[in-house]
C-alpha cells in the first residue's frame, strides 16, 4: 500500500480495501450491507458455510460470524466478527470452512482445525466437536525419520477435509468416499495422503458437500508413456476389434470392471439382469428388448471411437491419459455396472453428435480443442495400437463401415425424438404447477435415475455439444463420423499427412514455472448421485478420477458447491455439472452429469463460487467494473406467500455494482459475501482494466488460433514446403503467445484476489517473457509477410474465408465494405502488437498513483516505456517488411526466387541510377541492391550477392579524381560504386556501413531506450569475425572460412575448410595461413587422414611441425615451402607393424641428405652416417644386434669401398667391399689372436669367404705393437663428429637471428630469444597443464639477461652459469629447445643396437662436438666470456697454504699452476649437458670395460671377506696408519681382531658417492675429498701434523677403493679420463685420479692370494 493512498484513507477514517459486504442467498433483489465490527481491517480472504463465515485479515488474525454450535455459551450466534485469540501469533495465510467446520493454515504450512467433529472432519478423535483452533499433525509416513508435511491450501466439505501440500500432493480426513483414500474404516481422524494423485502435480482442490475435485497440472509430453495394451487390474486388452458380418467394431473404452463397492441406495440396479457376453468379452446389461439393446451396443462401439476416443493420443496433446488411464483406473463393483458406464458413456456421445443436428437451441460450439485438429501427429509412439488397427481396417472396409454409420445414425434418430419429448417433461410440469421444495427434489431425483436408466440402454439427455466440437483433436481414426463418409477419407486418414505443427506449445518452460499453467485436468471423486463428479453418469467414485471432458478446456480455478460443481477456464467461461434443481448451473432445467457451459451475459467471468444451491460469478462489465451475476432459488416475497423458483439464466445482481470493485465472491448456505475495494486514485481501476483487457485479448487470440489458423492450416496446396514452414512457425509462435497471454489473464485474476502490490505484477516480474514472446512472433510473422505468405494463403483460403466474412471482419475489427482479404489477414495477424502500447499505458497509469520518488514508480515508469520502445521497434520492422515486400512484387521474377530469403530486408535500391559501377561499359546495366545481410549487384540476368558481414566500404577522397566514389572490397573483388551527387554519396555509405554494423553485430539489436534509428553509428570495425566461402580464388575455390578478417583479407584465428575435406585450423597473415596452426589432408584411398601440426609461413608449412601421415609414418621436425628441409625425425611404423623403422637427421627439400642415424628395427642394424637423396651415400657406420661393426664407404645404400669390418669376438677384417657385408677385394684379415690373413677374398661375411692371399702368424714380440693397430684406426673412416648434426646447430643459429654460425648482430639475436619465450608463453597459456609452476618461474626468471660490464669477474661467470642452466631446462628458450634435441639425437644413437662397445670412442667425440659447438653460441651471446682455456682471475688472492692434502685451505678450484679460474666449454657446459645423456654414455664404457671389470670385481669380493686387521696389514698399511679406536653407531670402541667394515669407514663411505654423480669435475671433488677424509682420521690417530709421501698413501686409499666396492670402477675411471678438463691433469686433483686410477689397475693385475 503506497503512502498516497494511506492518508487518504486515513483521513476518511476507514480503510479502502478488503472491505467485506454479507447478504441473505436466494433472491436477486438483494442489497448488500458492510459486515459491522471491523474496525478497518483489510479482509484478504474469507470462508463461509452453512450459517457461518470466517475472514482473515491483513495481519494474519482471523475473525469468525454467524451461528457458531461449537462455542459455549453467548458466543454461539455472533452478528459481528469475533477474533479466535487462539490462533493470534501465529500469522495465519489461508482460512478454509466447511458446512459445519473450520480449518486455518499459517505461514510456515501448519494446519488448525476446529467447528463440527462428528464425522473426523477435524481430524480429531472421539470428539464430537472441537470448540478451539486445534493444531492437526500430519506426517509423511514414507519418510524416515517422520517429516512433517507443509500445507499451502485447504478445502472443507459436509464430512471431510483436503489438503494441499507444498509438494503438490492431497492429504484427506473425515468420512466418506470423497476422500478418495482406499480404506472402508471410517471416520479417518489421521490424515492420510491420497495416493491415486501422487506423483501429479495438484494446483488447486475444492470441496463440495459430499464430493471433491483437484484441478491437476497435465503431465508435460516427455512423460507420455506408451499405452498399454491390456488393462493392468483386470487383464482384458484395452482396444478390441471386433469383425462382425458386415463391419468392424473397434472400441478403445475399456472400462475395468473391478474395484468398488457402490453406496446401497441405488434402487435402478436391480432392474438389470446380466446378458451374455458380447464380442468384447464384458457382460452387457439387457433391457426390455434384447434385439435393440445388442443393436445399439455395436452403434456405442462405433460412435464411441469418435466421441470419447483417444484423447490422449492425439500425439500434439501433450498429455498422457488417454480414455484408457481414466477408465483403467475407475474402479466397479461387478463388471455389469462397468458396462453399464461404459454404454452410458458412449451413447452421451453419441447422442451429443446427433443432437447437434436435432437441438433446437443454437449453441456456439466451444472452439477451445487443442490447436492441433486436423493435422494429425507425426506417427511417432503415441499412435498407438487403435491407430495402427484403424489404419489397416480403414481401406479394407470403407465402403462398409460407412453405410454402417449412416444406418445407424437413423435409427438413433428415432431414439432421439422418444427421448425428446419425455426431457421437457420436468420442466413443463415444473412450470405449470408450482410444487413445493420437496415434490422438486424428487422431480430431480427421478429425472436423474431416468437419465442414469436411459443411458444405461441407449442414450442420455446429457448434453456433450463442447466436447463433440472438439472432436478434431481426439479423432485419431475416422473423421466425421455421422455425416457422409466416404472411403476415400477413410484412406486419407490412413496415411498420417506430412504437415504438422502442434499450435498448442508443447513447451512447460520457463513460463510454466512463473506463471499458472493452462496444460490442466480436473479430477473428482466422492458421491455422484447428482451427477457432480462429471462422468457422464451417477456412480460414486472412491478414487479420483480424470473428467475427460474438461481435458484441453484450460481450467484455472474450480468451485464446489452442496451438489454441484463449477470449473472457469482461462477463456473466462464456466463449465457447470451436477444437481440443476435451484437453476445453480446456469443454463437448462436439467441436471447433467457432464460439464456444460453456463450462460452469463457478462462480457468474461473471471471469478465463480458455488453455494450450498446456488452460483455467484464475477464478470467484467462494460467500464471494468466487475458485475455480480447469481443463479439458483429465487425467493420472492410479494403478497406475503413465499413463492419458490429457479433463475431460468444467471442475473445482475444491480445492487452490487453500487458497492465498488468487488474482488471476490464467496459463497455459502445462507449467506453470500463480497469482498469490495474502493478505487483510490484509480489505481484500483487500472489493475482491473489491466485483467479484463487481458483476458478479452485471449479471448480473441484464441478465437483467432481455432477458427481462423487451424482451418487455414488444415488447408491442402497451400503453395510449396517453405512457405508451410514458415506458415507453421508463426502459427506455433502465435500460439505460445497466445498461451502467455492466457496464463497472463489466469494470473491477473489470482492478483485481483490478493494483496494487489504493484511490484509483483508478472509483467514487471518477468517483462522478458512478455517482450522475448513479441519480438519472436514478430521475427515469424514479418518473415511469412516477406515472402508473400498472405497472398499465397488467399487464394487456397478464399472459400474458407468468404464463408466466414462476418467472423473474420468481427475478429479483425475492420467494418469497412469489400475489403481485400490479405487486408483482413494482415490485420488479424498484426492485431497482438497493439496490445504493447496498451500495456505500456496501464502501467504508467499505475505509476502515476505513485510518489515520483517512490521506487514503485520507478520500476512501472521504466517497464512502460520498455513496452512502448518494442512497441515502436515492433512496428519500424513491420514497416521494413512491408516495403521488402512491395520491392519484390517489383522485382524481375526469376531473381526474386534465389534471392527472397525469409529474413532479408531491403535497406536501399539504386533503381533510380543514383549509383553506378566505375568504368563499366556503355550499355551495361548494373542496379545495386541493399538488404540487411547482403548487397547485390544485379545486371540483365546475373546478379552476384556479396555478404555484408565480409564487406568493407571506405569513401574515396576527391583529389584522386574519384568524385563521389564509395570503395568497396569483399574477399575475393575490389571495386568502385560512383554515386550521382554528394547527398547520395553519403547516403549510401551511411545505409551501407550501418547495414554492414548490424549485421556483424547480428539481428538482436533491440533497443529498450532513447531512440532507435536515429543514433549515428560507428563505422564498422575493419577487424571482424566472420563466415565466408571462396567462389573463385585459385587455392581456396570453394573453401569455407570462419574466423578472423582484416580488410577483405583473413588474418588472425581462424578455420579455413575445403570441399575436398582439408581443413586448417589456426593463423592467418593478410589472407595466407602463417603462425601455428593444424592441418588435416583426408587419404581417399586409406580411408584416414594426413595431420599436420605445426608452423606456417605465407600460406606453406615453415618451421617446426609434425607431420602424421595416413599411412603410419610421422614426421616431427623442419619444414621448408611445405617440404621436410632441416633436422626431422621420421617414424615408419609401429614396433609391432610389418617394417618398423626410424630416421633421425637432417632432410633437404623433402630428402634424406646430409648426416643421420638410420634405425632398421626389423633387422637389427643401426647406420650412422651420410645420406644423399634419400640412399647412404659417403662414410658411414653400421651396427647390428649381432654384434658386427663396420665402418667405411658406402655407395647408393651398399657398403661399396674401402671399410672395416669387426665382429664381436674381435676378428677384423680391412680393405674393398661389394655390397652390405660383402667381401670383394683386397683386405686384411686379423684373427683375435693376432694372427692375420692377407690377399683377395671374396664372400658374404658368416657365409663362407673364399681367399686367395698369405697367411701370417707374427713373432711374439710383434704380437703386442700389432694387436691394438687394428683398433687403434677405428673412427677414422666414420664421420666427424663435426659434420654430425649441423642442421641442429644452424637451426639454432637461425633463431638467434644469424645466417651462418656466428654471424649477426647480437642484440637482434637477444631479442629473438625474448620473442620465441613470449610468444610460446602466449601459445601455452590456453593448454596451462603443459606449464608446471616451476616451469613458468624459470620462463620467468630467463626474462633477465645477465648483464656485464665493466671487467669480467667470477660472479659474472657464475650468473652466466645459472642462466645457461636455467635456459637449457625449457624447450622455449632457443639453446634448451637445441640441447633438448641434441639429447634425443643422442639418445636414438647410442641406445639399443647403437649401445655397442665399439662405438665408445664416437660417442665421446660427439660429446667434445657439441661442447666446442655450443661454447660458440654462448661466446657469441656472451661476448665478454673469455675463449676457451683463459683464466679468470680471483679478485683477492689469497695466501696460499702448503699444499698439502691434510691442510684443507687450498682452494679446491685453483689447481691451475696460475691462481684463477680456467674458462673451458667442460667446465661451463657438462653439468647441463652431462646428466641429460649420461645414461647411454655410461652404457658403453660399462660395456666396454667389461672384461677388465668381471677380473676386477671377483678380485675386491674376495679380498672383503677378511677383516680390517687383515686387510691392512695384507695391503703392506704401515701399523702407525691403523687407527686404534673407530665409532660405530655414535660409541668409540677398540678395534680388535675380528673388526669388519669400520676402519676407514667415512672416506669409504665418501668415495662410494662417487656413483652417484655426472660430470668429471664432480667425481674429482669426491676422490679429493676422499683423500681429505683419510687424512683427518689419520690425523686423530697420528695426533700430529704430517706430510704423506706416496709410498705411505698409496696402500691405505687402496684399502678404501676396496672397500668402497664400485661395482663399475673402470667405466668410472674411463670416463673422467676421458672428459676431464686437460688443464687439471697436473694439478692436485690430477695427481688423486691417478692414484685411483693406479688402485684400479693393482686390484685387477696383482694376484692377491
Known amino acids: 500500500m503506497d503512502s498516497q493512498e494511506r492518508s487518504s484513507e486515513e483521513a476518511e477514517g476507514a480503510k479502502e480495501r478488503g472491505l467485506v459486504y454479507v447478504w441473505k442467498a436466494g433472491s436477486c433483489s438483494v442489497t448488500p450491507e458492510r459486515l459491522p465490527g471491523l474496525s478497518g481491517k483489510t479482509v484478504l480472504q474469507a470462508a463461509l458455510g452453512i450459517h457461518h463465515g470466517l475472514l482473515l485479515t491483513e495481519g494474519g488474525e482471523v475473525y469468525s460470524f454467524g451461528k457458531l454450535p461449537w462455542r459455549s455459551g453467548p458466543e454461539e450466534c455472533v452478528n459481528s466478527p469475533v477474533l479466535e485469540s487462539t490462533l493470534l501469533g501465529h500469522r495465519i495465510i489461508t482460512v478454509a470452512a466447511g458446512s459445519f467446520h473450520n480449518g486455518a493454515v499459517t505461514e510456515s504450512g501448519v494446519v488448525y482445525m476446529w467447528g463440527d467433529n462428528s464425522a473426523g472432519q477435524c481430524a480429531a478423535a472421539n470428539q464430537p466437536c472441537v470448540p478451539q483452533p486445534q493444531l492437526v499433525s500430519i506426517c509423511d509416513s514414507e519418510t524416515s525419520p517422520l517429516l512433517s508435511v507443509r500445507i499451502l491450501q485447504l478445502a472443507c466439505g459436509e464430512e471431510h477435509t483436503l489438503a494441499l501440500s507444498l509438494s503438490r500432493e492431497i492429504w484427506a480426513w ?86 468398488v463397492a457402490l453406496s446401497d441406495n441405488q434402487p435402478e440396479n436391480h432392474i438389470f439382469c446380466p446378458s451374455s457376453d458380447t464380442p468384447g468379452g464384458k457382460s452387457v446389461t439387457a433391457g426390455q428388448s434384447e434385439n435393440c439393446q445388442k443393436q445399439l451396443v455395436e452403434q456405442h462401439r462405433l460412435v464411441d471411437l469418435e466421441s470419447d476416443g483417444p484423447s490422449g493420443l492425439s500425439s500434439s496433446d ?173 484412406r486419407k486418414v490412413g496415411r498420417a499427412k506430412m504437415r504438422t505443427v502442434a499450435l498448442t506449445p508443447t513447451y512447460s518452460g520457463e513460463a510454466d514455472a512463473l506463471l499458472p499453467s493452462l496444460r490442466t485436468e480436473v479430477w473428482s471423486w466422492g458421491k455422484g448421485k447428482e451427477g457432480q463428479l462429471g462422468h457422464g453418469d451417477v456412480l460414486p467414485r472412491l478414487q479420483p478420477l480424470c473428467v475427460k471432458s474438461l481435458d484441453g478446456k484450460e481450467v484455472i480455478h474450480l468451485s464446489a458447491g452442496g451438489h454441484h460443481s463449477l470449473a472457469l477456464t ?165 500460439s505460445k503467445l497466445c498461451y502467455l497471454i492466457g496464463q497472463h489473464g489466469a494470473s491477473l485474476s489470482s492478483f485481483l484476489h490478493g494483496v494487489k502490490e504493484a511490484r509483483s505484477l508478472a509483467i514487471l516480474k518477468h517483462s522478458s517473457l512478455f517482450l522475448d514472446s513479441y519480438t519472436e512472433y514478430c521475427t515469424s510473422v514479418t518473415n511469412f509477410l516477406v515472402m508473400g505468405g498472405f497472398m499465397l494463403l488467399a487464394k487456397p483460403a478464399m472459400d474458407f474465408l468468404s464463408k466466414n466474412q462476418e467472423l473474420l471482419q468481427k475478429l479483425s475489427e475492420k467494418n469497412e465494405e469489400n475489403l481485400q482479404l490479405v487486408e483482413v489477414l494482415n490485420a488479424l495477424f498484426f492485431m497482438p502488437f497493439g496490445r504493447l502500447h496498451n500495456y505500456a499505458r496501464t502501467l504508467l497509469k499505475l ?345 667405411g664407404a658406402f655407395s647408393s645404400n651398399k657398403m661399396m669401398g674401402t671399410g672395416i669390418l669387426l665382429s664381436e669376438d674381435d676378428t677384423v677384417y680391412e680393405g674393398e667391399f661389394s655390397d652390405n657385408w660383402t667381401l670383394s677385394g683386397k683386405g686384411t684379415l686379423t684373427l683375435p689372436n693376432g694372427d692375420y690373413i692377407e690377399g683377395l677374398f671374396s664372400g658374404e661375411w658368416g657365409s663362407g669367404i673364399k681367399i686367395t692371399g698369405t697367411y701370417f702368424k707374427p713373432s711374439l714380440y710383434e704380437n703386442e705393437k700389432d694387436k691394438p693397430k687394428a683398433l687403434r684406426k677405428l673412427g677414422i673412416l666414420a664421420v666427424s663428429p663435426d659434420e654430425k648434426w649441423k642442421a641442429v646447430f644452424e637451426e639454432c643459429w637461425n633463431q638467434l637471428g644469424c645466417e651462418s654460425p656466428g654471424q649477426g648482430d647480437r642484440w637482434k639475436a637477444w631479442d629473438n630469444i625474448a620473442v620465441a619465450l613470449t610468444t610460446n608463453r602466449r601459445q601455452h597459456k590456453d593448454s596451462p597443464e603443459l606449464l608446471s609452476r616451476s616451469h613458468t618461474q624459470t620462463l620467468e626468471s630467463l626474462e633477465f639477461i645477465p648483464q656485464h660490464i665493466g671487467a669480467f669477474t667470477l660472479e659474472k661467470y657464475e650468473n652466466i652459469k645459472k642462466y645457461l642452466i636455467k635456459a637449457c631446462d625449457t624447450p622455449l628458450h632457443p639453446l634448451g629447445k637445441l640441447v633438448e634435441t641434441l639429447v634425443a639425437v643422442y639418445r636414438m644413437t647410442y641406445v639399443g643396437v647403437g649401445a655397442n662397445r665399439r662405438l665408445l670412442q664416437e660417442a665421446v667425440r660427439e660429446i667434445k662436438s657439441y661442447l666446442k659447438r655450443i661454447f660458440q653460441l654462448v661466446r657469441f651471446l656472451f661476448p665478454d666470456l673469455p675463449e676457451e682455456g683463459s683464466t679468470i682471475p680471483f679478485l683477492t688472492t689469497e695466501p696460499k697454504g ?48 667389461e672384461r677388465e671389470e668381471d677380473i676386477y670385481w671377483e678380485c675386491v669380493l674376495r679380498l672383503n671377506k677378511q677383516t680390517d686387521l687383515a686387510l691392512l696389514s695384507f695391503l703392506g698399511v704401515q701399523a702407525k696408519f691403523w687407527p686404534g679406536t673407530v665409532s660405530i653407531l655414535g660409541e668409540s670402541r677398540k678395534v680388535s681382531s675380528n673388526t669388519k667394515d669400520a676402519c676407514f669407514a667415512s672416506a669409504v663411505e665418501c668415495l662410494q658417492q662417487i656413483s652417484t654423480t655426472f660430470t668429471p669435475a664432480d667425481k674429482l671433488k669426491v676422490i679429493q675429498q676422499t683423500f681429505e677424509e683419510i687424512s683427518q682420521s689419520v690425523l686423530e690417530t697420528l695426533q700430529e701434523d704430517f706430510l704423506w709421501s706416496m709410498d705411505d698413501l698409496f696402500p691405505v686409499f687402496l684399502y678404501v677403493v676396496l672397500r668402497a666396492r664400485i661395482r663399475n670402477l673402470g667405466s668410472e675411471v674411463h670416463l673422467i679420463e676421458d672428459l676431464m678438463d686437460p688443464y687439471l691433469q697436473h694439478g692436485e686433483q690430477g695427481i688423486m685420479f691417478t692414484t685411483l686410477k693406479a688402485c684400479y689397475y693393482q686390484i685387477q693385475h696383482e694376484k692377491l692370494t
Open 174 to 259: 473425515g468420512s466418506g468416499c470423497q476422500l478418495g483414500l482406499i480404506t472402508t474404516t471410517f471416520p479417518v481422524t489421521k490424515p492420510q495422503k491420497v495416493e491415486h494423485l501422487a506423483g501429479r502435480v495438484v494446483l488447486q482442490i475444492a470441496c463440495g458437500a459430499y464430493h471433491s475435485l483437484a484441478l491437476v497440472q497435465c503431465l508435460p509430453v516427455q512423460e507420455m508413456k506408451p499405452i498399454p495394451e491390456r488393462c493392468n487390474h483386470c487383464s482384458q486388452p484395452l482396444i478390441t476389434m471386433t469383425d462382425k458380418e458386415d463391419h468392424v467394431i473397434i472400441s478403445d473404452s475399456h472400462c475395468c470392471p473391478l474395484g
Open 318 to 490: 501433450g498429455r498422457e491419459d488417454s480414455g484408457i488411464s481414466s477408465s483403467g483406473n475407475t474402479l466397479f463393483s461387478d463388471k455389469k455396472e462397468g458396462k453399464e458406464y461404459l454404454i452410458g458413456l458412449s451413447d452421451n456421445s453419441l447422442n451429443e453428435s446427433l443432437n447437434k443436428n436435432i437441438s433446437t437451441e443454437p449453441e456456439q460450439p466451444s472452439q477451445e480443442e487443442q490447436l492441433s485438429a486436423c493435422i494429425p501427429g507425426p506417427p511417432g509412439s503415441s499412435t498407438s495400437t487403435l491407430n495402427s488397427l484403424v489404419a489397416s481396417c480403414a481401406s479394407a472396409v470403407g465402403v462398409r463401415v460407412a453405410a454402417t454409420y449412416e444406418a445407424g445414425a437413423l435409427s438413433l434418430k428415432k431414439v432421439m425424438n422418444f427421448y425428446g419429448t419425455s426431457s421437457s417433461e420436468p420442466g413443463s410440469q415444473s412450470g405449470s404447477r408450482s410444487p413445493g421444495p420437496e415434490a422438486l427434489k424428487d422431480s430431480r431425483e427421478e429425472q436423474v435415475r431416468l437419465e442414469s436408466m436411459q443411458g444405461k440402454k441407449s442414450s442420455s439427455l446429457v448434453d456433450i455439444r463442447e466436447e463433440e466440437s472438439e472432436g478434431g483433436s481426439r479423432r485419431l481414426s475416422l473423421p466425421g463420423l455421422l455425416s457422409q463418409v466416404s472411403p476415400r477419407l477413410l
Open 570 to 734: 482461462a477463456k473466462s467461461q464456466v463449465y457447470s455439472w451436477g444437481s440443476n434443481i435451484s437453476g445453480q448451473l446456469g443454463h437448462l432445467n436439467s441436471p447433467t452429469t457432464v460439464p456444460r457451459l453456463a450462460k452469463v451475459c457478462g462480457d468474461g467471468i473471471w471469478t465463480t463460487a458455488a453455494g450450498l444451491d446456488y452460483s455467484i460469478f464475477l464478470a467484467d462489465e462494460k467500464d471494468f467494473q466487475p458485475g455480480l451475476y447469481y443463479c439458483g432459488q429465487e425467493t420472492s416475497t410479494e403478497n406475503n406467500l413465499n413463492e419458490n423458483s429457479c433463475t431460468k439464466s444467471p442475473v445482475l445482481l444491480v445492487a452490487c455494482s453500487k458497492i465498488g470493485y468487488i474482488s471476490n465472491v464467496i459463497a455459502g448456505g445462507d449467506n453470500c459475501l463480497a469482498l469490495v475495494d474502493k478505487n483510490v486514485m484509480g489505481y484500483i481501476a487500472s489493475l482491473h482494466e489491466l485483467a479484463a483487457t487481458e483476458r478479452r485479448f485471449y479471448f480473441r487470440l484464441s478465437e483467432i488460433k481455432s477458427q481462423v489458423l487451424r482451418p487455414l492450416l488444415g488447408l491442402d496446396n497451400l503453395g510449396n514446403a517453405n512457405t508451410i514452414q514458415l506458415l507453421q512457425e508463426m502459427a506455433s509462435r502465435f
Open 847 to 1191: 505509476a502515476t498513483c505513485f510518489e515520483v520518488a517512490s521506487p514503485e514508480y520507478q520500476k512501472l515508469q521504466d517497464s512502460s516505456s520498455c513496452y512502448e520502445n518494442l512497441a515502436v521497434h515492433l512496428s519500424r520492422k513491420m514497416k521494413e517488411a512491408e516495403y521488402t515486400l512491395g520491392f519484390w512484387k517489383t522485382f524481375p521474377g526469376k531473381m526474386t526466387d534465389s534471392l527472397r530469403k525469409p529474413e532479408r530486408r531491403l535497406i536501399c535500391e539504386s533503381s533510380n541510377r543514383a549509383l553506378s559501377l566505375q568504368h563499366a561499359g556503355r550499355f551495361s546495366v548494373n542496379w545495386f541492391i541493399l538488404f540487411n545481410d547482403a548487397l547485390v549487384h544485379a545486371q540483365f540476368s546475373t546478379h552476384h550477392i556479396f555478404p555484408l558481414s565480409t564487406l568493407w566500404v571506405e569513401a574515396l577522397s576527391e583529389e584522386a579524381g574519384n568524385v563521389n566514389g564509395l570503395k568497396i572490397t569483399t574477399p575475393e573483388e575490389q571495386f568502385v560504386l560512383v554515386s550521382s551527387t554528394p547527398q547520395e554519396k553519403t547516403k549510401w555509405l551511411r545505409a551501407i556501413s550501418q547495414a554492414v554494423d548490424q549485421a556483424l553485430r547480428g539481428t538482436s539489436d533491440m533497443i529498450l531506450y532513447g531512440a532507435g534509428g536515429n543514433v549515428p553509428r560507428q563505422e564498422p570495425p575493419i577487424s571482424r569475425s566472420a563466415k565466408y566461402t571462396f567462389y573463385k580464388d585459385p587455392r581456396f575455390k570453394d573453401a569455407v572460412y570462419d574466423g578472423r578478417w582484416l580488410s577483405g583479407k583473413p588474418h588472425g584465428r581462424g578455420i579455413l575448410k575445403w570441399a575436398d575435406g582439408r581443413m586448417y585450423s589456426g593463423t592467418f597473415r593478410t589472407g595466407l595461413e602463417d603462425g601455428y596452426g593444424e592441418y588435416r589432408v583426408p587419404n581417399k584411398a586409406l580411408n584416414k587422414e594426413d595431420h599436420y601440426v605445426g608452423y606456417w609461413k605465407e600460406g606453406k608449412m615453415c618451421g617446426h611441425g609434425v607431420y602424421s601421415y595416413a599411412t603410419g609414418e610421422v614426421y616431427e621436425g623442419c619444414f621448408q615451402d611445405n617440404m621436410r628441409h632441416g633436422h626431422g625425425l621420421l617414424r615408419s611404423g609401429k614396433l609391432t607393424s610389418s617394417s618398423p623403422s626410424m630416421f633421425i637427421g637432417q632432410w633437404i627439400m623433402d630428402k634424406k641428405s646430409g648426416y643421420g642415424v638410420f634405425d632398421d628395427i626389423t633387422r637389427g642394424e643401426k647406420y650412422m652416417g651420410m645420406w644423399q637423396d634419400d640412399v647412404c651415400q659417403g662414410n658411414g657406420v653400421v651396427v647390428t644386434q649381432f654384434g658386427l661393426y663396420y665402418e
Open 1442 to 1489: 702448503r699444499r698439502s692434502f691434510c691442510s684443507g685451505k687450498s682452494d679446491s678450484r685453483s689447481e691451475s699452476p696460475e691462481p684463477g679460474y680456467v674458462v673451458t666449454s667442460f667446465g661451463l657446459l657438462l653439468p647441463v649437458l652431462l646428466p641429460r645423456l649420461y645414461p647411454p654414455l655410461f652404457m658403453l664404457y660399462a660395456l666396454d670395460n
